[in-house]
């Protein structure tokens, strides 16, 4: 666990540096934002070709026991007892009042076990939420050891193919256990850039190893947090503490995809988690607010926290998340907005540096998804 105050690294800090990375901190850490190739180009090249990422800041936990499958069922809102055999599936820690703690991803290693994979920012608390509320059913064991790459991108799958060939068997959201050269890995094919891609988990020794491996490939860069952010924000992608908040429920903040079948009225095993009455009303009969995409004119970037006002001057929203979008060349937001001016029956304006700017309401994603489903 980290001590409060103490600035950590991960097991790649030094290639890092020794890359030219800016590094700052972030969520404890201190982390690369970018690397001399600059966030636009870095960004193109993930979507081009493959990124590689270091997200070994994430918390990465095994919940492991009988009772493991339930009891995770019990604090999330979605379908883990069916979850298949190396599988896995997006979920959600709610609070009592129907808010997203974090966002989460599960995957059914088998034997009763579970891997989750939560923030970086959230993950002590993540771990005592656990403990607290499961610790008396199941193991709950926080990973120390344990490093995180992302490789993602449209060549994604050429690059790590040549080093460990089955992972051409692996579709969108599933698992394998691999051995990459002597590597102990633990992969999913998931991601955070809306490209096809692979999280690879692995011992922190061997960190450097797999990423140089990685990276001698000619279709491979570093990729840094800032185009981590401005891909994830072009794919869509909600992020904890700016789309998902304490204050807001899964569905106010446009994620009832999210929200498993099994788990809504009605269904096998509907409600029993916190905040459930929240977000079953709120599935029910909708709410007042919701997250949407903003397309703003001209070239000014509408960041996180401009106010959305109507042409009379109402404020009817605020923006979450909000940057330039390289794939499209122009500025691009996110926003939560009151859901009965989203109808294009009201003019919308974001407020930057007191000059009003016409924003139009998007469905997302900004980019499409090139997520491989076979």
Known sequence: ??????????????????????????????????????????????????????????GQIKLSGEESMRALESIVPVDIIDLPLMRTRYALFTNENGGVMDDLMVTNLGDNSLFLVVNAACKDADFQHLKNHLGSKCEVDLFEDLALLALQGPKASKVLSALAPSINEMTFMTAKRLVIGDIDCFITRSGYTGEDGFEISLPSKDAQKLASLLLSSEDVEWVGLGARDSLRLEAGLSLYGHELDDDHSPVESSLNWALSKARRSGGEREGNYLGDNVVLSHLENGTEEKVFGLMPEGKMPVRDGAMIEDEN??????????????????????????????????????????????????????????????
């Open 313 to 374: 001057g109402n404020q009817v929203g605020k923006v979450t998340s909000g940057g330039f979008g390289p794939t499209l060349n122009k500025p691009i937001s996110i926003a939560r907005l009151k859901t009965k001016y989203t109808k294009g029956e009201s003019k919308l304006f974001a407020l930057v540096r007191e000059k009003r700017i016409a924003v139009e309401v998007v469905k997302l994603p900004f980019v499409k998804h090139n997520y491989y489903r076979g």
């Open 1 to 58: 666990m980290s001590i409060l105050g103490e600035i950590q690294t991960t097991p790649l800090h030094k290639m890092h540096v020794d890359s030219g990375a800016k590094m700052v901190p972030f969520a404890g850490y201190e982390m690369p934002v970018s690397y001399p190739l600059g966030i636009k180009k870095e960004h193109s090249h993930t979507r081009q070709s493959a990124g590689l990422f270091d997200v070994s800041h994430m």
